[in-house]
């Protein structure tokens, strides 16, 4: 199968990724549970895939590196583990329902108020999401790239205008990997990542990176290995956010992911944009379609078609021509409302550096042939 829904999960993982995690689950034990000398090793590979994260994105230390089983996860924590009774966040339209949905519980529940930053001409301007801020605005939540179109805020203009006393919460599920990410250049308070997406992990492990300036509560109690004669939870980081058995065999594929990608980022980067471009230029010429992206880092490309809606399309080219994209609304709502296309949705094209021009023809190829 032509495989071009690499936004949901990456396809295809690098060799060393697939040698780690079948060393790690042909003999592998309990990351810091235990005293034996296979647990200590396996808690020093945790302990390196932390330091390895920190210092990719440039983070505040590997104590404020915390794994979660996803970038959902990592999005509640600093969400649900934050914010208090009476504060106000900003967010934006682009946003996917990991945001919208524990903001609107939120909301639901009396505890906030949320604003809802709309496109212009496409796009997230910094003065109308500025001009939104409140007197109690607590956070600004911003996603890092969108995963319907692969658009990219301007995240510079807005931390130096960002008031210092507002928590920026990122979500990185699509922009991980995709481009480089500094938290410290870009004040940002609190990164969420996706393993499987950019990063080349396997599906099942994501992390959550935050400053000193953000202390999220733990929404899960239980076993840490630490202070374990205690019967409350660890008040200190990582533990604090880390109750139950870690995915061991997870990390050790996103420890090699990460080392691809520092190894590979720019030839990755820079095959990932021209495949967009590529990409790009043959729907141009292409009747029947229209477009709802621009050539960007993530690979990400979206489409209507005049003639089917995008779900039954998705269907057709999967079944007919053994092509996987994705339609629908991609669990992000407002943007779809945004773009006029929450009707029929879009079908989107995500695409990796294991991708080709050829498998990009044969997808234009399909769709002249259903025009």
Same mark, same amino acid.
């Not at 020093?44 to 932390?50: G, I, L, Y």
């Not at 928590?167 to 499987?196: E, N, R």
């Given at each position: 199968m032509i495989y071009f829904d690499n936004a949901a999960t990456g396809g295809r993982k690098p060799d060393r990724v697939l040698c780690a995690v079948k060393g790690a689950m042909s003999l592998?034990?309990?990351?810091?549970?235990?005293?034996? $000398?296979?647990?200590?090793?396996?808690? *020093? $590979? =945790?302990?390196?895939?932390? *330091?390895?994260?920190?210092?990719?994105?440039?983070?505040y230390g590997f104590d404020r590196v915390a794994f979660t089983k996803n970038c959902t996860e990592a999005l509640n924590i600093a969400m649900l583990g934050c914010l208090k009774k009476g504060d106000h966040v900003v967010t934006t339209c682009l946003e996917h329902n990991s945001v919208l949905r524990p903001l609107e519980y939120l909301k639901k529940q009396g505890m906030i108020e949320y604003s809802v930053c709309p496109l212009k001409n496409g796009e997230i301007c910094a003065n109308d999401l500025l001009g939104l801020l409140r007197e109690n605005t607590r956070m600004v939540i911003i996603t890092l790239a969108s *995963?319907? =179109?692969?658009? =990219?805020?301007?995240?510079?203009?807005?931390?130096?205008?960002?008031?210092? *006393?507002?928590? @920026?919460?990122?979500?990185? &599920?699509? &922009?991980?990997? +995709?481009?480089?990410?500094?938290?410290?250049? @870009?004040?940002?308070?609190?990164?969420?990542? &996706?393993? +499987?997406?950019?990063l080349f992990a396997l599906q099942g492990i994501g992390a959550l990176l935050f400053s000193e300036r953000l202390n999220p509560a733990p929404l899960i109690f239980g076993g840490t290995g630490s202070l374990s004669v205690s019967l409350n939870q660890p008040d200190f980081y990582p533990d604090a956010l880390e109750s139950g058995t870690l995915n061991y065999p997870a990390i050790c594929s996103l420890y090699e992911g990460l080392q691809h990608l520092r190894a590979n980022a720019q030839k990755i980067s820079d095959k990932i944009f021209s495949l967009t471009k590529y990409l790009y230029q043959e729907f141009k010429r292409l009747e029947g379609c229209k477009l709802f992206s621009k050539p960007n880092a993530c690979g990400i490309l979206s489409f209507a078609h005049e003639k089917y809606d995008s779900q039954t399309l998705s269907q057709i080219l999967s079944d007919e021509y053994d092509i996987a994209v994705r339609g629908g609304l991609h669990c992000a709502p407002l943007i779809h409302q945004a773009l006029g296309s929450s009707e029929s949705g879009l079908v989107r094209v995500s695409l990796s550096a294991e991708n080709s021009k050829a498998e990009i023809d044969e997808l234009i190829f399909a769709l002249e042939e259903l025009s």
């Open positions: 592998c034990a309990n990351p810091g549970r235990s005293g034996h $000398k296979l647990s200590l090793a396996c808690a *020093n $590979k =945790t302990q390196a895939c932390r *330091n390895l994260l920190s210092d990719y994105f440039d983070g *995963n319907v =179109t692969g658009y =990219t805020p301007p995240m510079y203009e807005l931390k130096e205008r960002l008031p210092k *006393n507002v928590l @920026l919460v990122c979500d990185g &599920a699509q &922009a991980g990997g +995709h481009f480089p990410l500094s938290m410290q250049k @870009l004040g940002i308070d609190a990164l969420a990542l &996706a393993g +499987h997406k950019g």
